[in-house]
């Protein structure tokens, strides 16, 4: 057993309450352990990430309990992956969040982030159905606290709508494990596989039920057509960078359906028949149209970069619902592209909004550094809305070229093509709002009192190190599309040791194996 | 005894459902907690039910037993939803104070603009 395989779990846990009990009055201290903690959780996913490339998958049994009795951690490629591209996150929003003073407005940001790191890299790597409930709830209830960061009275009040509809989320995800608990007597996902499969279909009604409560749940995660509503209200008032750092939380929740409803309920399951795939797939393009007229619709721009999210994910999920290792490959790559570009748009968004006051889409006074923005702006959206040098066009090609099967290729092509180009003229019209017209409308009345019509008179220029988070943002979508190559070959091994479920279940169960 | 049990899962559901979409915060608190407790009542009962039966194994006589892992979740769950609770409470209340009162669906977009450019 290789110690390390947990230590993305243990090393957030640890440092939170070191920050929060020790280092509550000291800013620069608990910024310097919670970016040295990101810093080090980087270093341990790339690590994880090589030792999982080679293939094999490495269990970590809690306790040294054999498999289906004890608690189980699984590394494989798709959970290393993920946790590298948690960390990487971490770093850029961590960077954002000092740089700009985001993280001084309210107490216990530090902390709360560790504790959400920790919840993420435990959802990514658990092997088990109930631990993944855990930390699903240790993820959110530092989102809670992140999200009501800062405070202020509309925020407030968009984290209790949060909070709620997560809680019934949560309910809801104890209804289906108890289900599923009913019917096969474990929880262990490996075993879970192994058990589901047994099910004739004629006793598989309550199996079918737990299938489909799940599926429910994870898409409350990842904002999926009938229970999205959350993600606009949440994100548009969320802080910059605590937005940015949700872009993972959806995230979760896709790779939550992709990991269960592929080695559990997966498509040749005779006890669920193809069931979540038939459910996902229409879901998921209602949800890229939800996301597409969102855009066009916003007047803000937060909520519109809130609906751009659900759009992405609209794209990714209807590469998950094919449930073919060719899709998977197709939805892997844009979950790396998307998680970014969201992150570069909100964290932007900070930048130019903190300048401007309101985030209205009206004409209004440039600010310092205008053109500057306007670049970056470009370049995110581009990334977001898939046009070509940026990795978002090779993601959504990837898709496109997934969804040839009949049963998909209509619906899916005119979804992904229209809801592009809406989401291309939506960011287009805002950027043109924010940038280019602002520059028309030049002059503020002079005899207005300068000091009145800005609270913050004279906004100053952003410094290096906050443009620097964006910028680094933006290089990781640059960098995803010069490296498509090697980085595809990569996630279609994921893919392939995703949809390897006998392996998999191989690996968890087998006892006796001391490594 | 079944039919007791489902029926206190089920009205406690029904219950909790109907709270949770009152338009203010302390109805939907109390419907989150009855579905908290319906929900660790049913997790219970996804044990299958057993009467006076300890929940482990005896080597030594051939007597029944419960099955302790549901009694393991529950226990996981109650601590859960009680955490969950307080922070929904505190928050809740952090929302009262700031807004005067404690409805909790957001304003209309352009009511919101006003406080929008203050925060």
């Not at chain 1, 054999?66 to 290393?80: C, E, K, N, T, Y």
């Not at chain 1, 937060?302 to 209807?318: D, I, N, Y």
């Not at chain 2, 209309?108 to 406080?115: P, S």
Request: net charge negative.
């Amino acid at each position: 057993m290789n110690h390390w395989i947990i230590a993305p779990v243990i090393l957030p846990a640890l440092l939170a309450p070191v920050i929060a009990f020790v280092m509550r009055h000291d800013i620069t201290l608990a910024r310097a352990a919670s970016f040295a903690g990101a810093l080090a959780l980087a270093f341990i996913a790339l690590g994880l990430t090589v030792l999982a490339a080679g293939g094999e998958t490495h269990v970590y049994r809690l306790g040294d309990w054999p498999a289906p009795f004890g608690i189980v951690l699984v590394l494989d490629r798709l959970s290393a992956i993920l946790v590298l591209l948690t960390a990487v996150l971490a770093l850029i929003v961590l960077t954002h969040a000092a740089a700009s003073g985001w993280d001084r407005r309210g107490r216990h940001f530090h902390a709360l982030f560790q504790f959400q790191l920790m919840g993420i890299c435990g959802a990514f790597l658990t092997g088990d159905a109930f631990n993944l409930f855990v930390f699903f709830e240790v993820l959110l209830i530092a989102s809670y606290g992140l999200m009501i960061h800062g405070g202020g009275g509309v925020r407030l009040r968009a984290g209790l709508q949060y909070v709620v509809m997560n809680l019934a989320g949560s309910t809801l995800f104890l209804f289906a494990l108890g289900t599923l608990y009913a019917t096969t007597g474990t929880l262990n996902i490996a075993d879970l596989a192994l058990r589901v499969r047994e099910i004739p279909l004629e006793d598989a009604a309550l199996v079918r039920v737990a299938a489909m409560l799940l599926m429910i749940v994870f898409a409350i995660k990842a904002a999926l057509f009938p229970v999205q509503f959350w993600l606009p209200g949440t994100y548009a008032n969320a802080p910059a960078p605590v937005a940015a750092l949700f872009a993972v939380m959806t995230k979760v929740g896709a790779y939550a359906i992709l990991r269960m409803h592929t080695v559990v309920f997966g498509p040749d399951v005779i006890a669920t028949n193809g069931l979540p795939g038939t459910w996902l797939f229409p879901a998921a393009a209602i949800t890229m149209a939800v996301g597409a007229v969102g855009v066009m619709g916003a007047r803000r721009l937060m909520p519109m970069l809130a609906f751009s999210v659900v759009g992405s994910m609209g794209t990714l999920m209807l590469a998950v619902a094919a449930f073919t290792p060719q899709a998977t490959t197709a939805a892997l790559y844009y979950l790396l592209h998307s998680t970014l570009a969201g992150a570069a748009l909100f964290l932007l968004a900070d930048l130019v909004l903190t300048r401007r006051g309101s985030d209205r889409l009206s004409p209004q006074s440039a600010t310092v550094q205008n053109g500057l923005y306007a670049a970056i702006f470009f370049a995110a959206a581009i990334g977001m809305a898939g046009m070509p040098p940026l990795s978002g066009f090779l993601g959504k090609l990837m898709v496109l070229d997934a969804l040839r099967a009949p049963e998909h290729l209509v619906v899916g092509w005119s979804v992904i093509l229209v809801g592009s180009l809406l989401t291309i003229v939506g960011l287009a019209r805002a950027g043109s709002v924010l940038f280019w017209k602002s520059t028309a409308t030049e002059t503020t009345p002079p005899d207005t009192p300068q000091t009145e019509a800005q609270p913050t008179d004279a906004p100053s220029p952003a410094t290096p190190l906050e443009l620097a988070a964006v910028i680094a943002a933006i290089a990781l979508m640059a960098g995803l599309a010069v490296l498509a190559g090697p980085i595809t070959n990569f996630l279609e091994d994921t893919s392939t040791q995703l949809f390897d479920r006998d392996g998999y279940i191989e690996a968890v169960l087998a006892t006796g194996h001391e490594g | 005894m079944e039919l007791v049990i489902a029926s206190a899962v089920g009205i406690m559901t029904a219950g909790g459902i109907y709270l949770v979409l009152r338009l203010r915060a302390f109805p939907v608190i109390l419907g989150l907690a009855l579905l908290s407790y319906a929900v660790n009542v049913f997790l219970f009962a996804s044990g299958r039910l057993a009467v006076d039966a300890p929940p482990i194994l005896s080597k030594y006589a051939d007597a029944t037993y419960t099955d302790p892992l549901p009694q393991a979740l529950v226990l996981t769950a109650i601590v859960i939803s009680f955490g969950m609770t307080a922070v929904l409470v505190m928050i809740a209340l952090g929302a009262f104070l700031e807004n005067g009162h404690d409805r909790i669906d957001m304003e209309r977009e352009d009511d919101a603009e006003n406080g929008d450019a203050s925060a």
